[in-house]
């Protein structure tokens, strides 16, 4: 080898290991900037409350501001993509729930890859959807908005945070097993959804727990039931709709993602904050009474999850022709 092939070679050698240095350094300092849990939604609503709630103990676990940024519209979609185009860096983390399983049977096409343009972080938690009403509804159970939807066809309205989300496909499974019509009408967000029920304006919303749990407590909503198979161990004086609607179930749940690509120890770091904050008093006491089971687990066992959840809604989605509207 002559001396100027060898000198070459050095010198690409310590290209690389510089380069491998500095990728590793970085990974080792991460984070040194804030960082952005980004909700799909408007504010307001179970997602914004788990992102705060989270953000908070995120700031204090991470040592860095973490900032809650909203990006609503199209079923979550926006928000998604916003996240899947961002830097693979571990400073721009999804906020996902139900929709993003769900999204890929519902559109006809994603403006990115559901199953390959994001990395599984942590599934925080899993809880029942609620159905409520006005504290002033005529309708105190069930079996009064079933009666009331077959004597008013097509007339009694639902509301939700948007095509493809838990509270859209509760309404269409409910409609489908109890054999009754209903318009659904979409939002940007849990919170403009509820401000239309609160007002009269949308008859009944199938919210998350986490969403609906402070309006019920103050008397301004009327729960008439959850959306598990039985009843909550949060919200046991509820029923479940199964009770009156045999075989219905619906669960909504909020999990962590950051895009493609982002350096595994960076993966690790966040898994491993989400998770210690997940599991504090603070964190519990705030999403438990209002029925959300943390799991706080593996990035793999979210990945499993939302798979399999996938799957199972696909089914759902083609067997009920249900579109996006």
Avoid: C
């Amino acid at each position: 080898m002559n001396r100027r092939i060898h000198s070459s070679l050095v010198r690409l050698a310590a290209i690389a290991a510089a380069g491998l240095f500095a990728a590793t350094a970085a990974v080792a300092a991460y984070p040194d900037k804030p960082l952005r849990l980004i909700v799909p939604f408007a504010p307001g609503g179970g997602t914004d409350l788990i992102a705060r709630t989270l953000g908070v103990g995120l700031t204090k676990e991470l040592g860095q501001t973490v900032i809650v940024d909203n990006k609503p519209g199209a079923g979550t979609i926006i928000g998604t993509d916003a996240v899947a185009k961002s830097a693979p860096d571990g400073y721009t983390v999804l906020v996902a729930t139900f929709a993003h399983a769900v999204n890929p049977s519902m559109q006809e096409k994603l403006p990115y890859a559901w199953d390959k343009s994001f990395a599984p972080v942590i599934l925080i938690g899993r809880g029942p959807n609620v159905l409520v009403v006005r504290a002033d509804s005529p309708y105190k159970s069930v079996k009064d908005v079933i009666a009331a939807a077959k004597a008013n066809s097509g007339k009694l309205t639902y509301a939700s945070f948007g095509n493809g989300t838990s509270a859209h496909l509760a309404g269409e499974m409910f409609t489908n097993l109890a054999k009754v019509r209903m318009t659904h009408v979409p939002y940007k967000g849990a919170g403009p959804a509820m401000t239309d029920v609160l007002g009269g304006q949308v008859d009944m919303m199938f919210g998350t727990a986490a969403g609906v749990a402070a309006f019920v407590a103050e008397g301004k909503l009327r729960a008439i039931g959850v959306t598990t198979p039985a009843r909550s161990a949060a919200l046991k004086d509820i029923p479940a709709i199964a009770e009156t609607v045999p075989g219905y179930q619906v669960e909504s749940w909020y999990a962590l993602y950051v895009p493609a690509g982002t350096p595994p120890d960076v993966i690790t770091k966040l898994n491993a904050a989400a998770k210690k904050v997940a599991q504090t008093d603070e964190f519990r006491q705030r999403v438990e009474p209002e029925g959300l089971v943390i799991t706080a687990g593996a990035p793999g066992e979210l990945d499993a999850y939302v798979r399999a959840e996938e799957a199972r809604w696909r089914k759902v989605v083609r067997e009920n022709n249900v579109k996006a509207d």
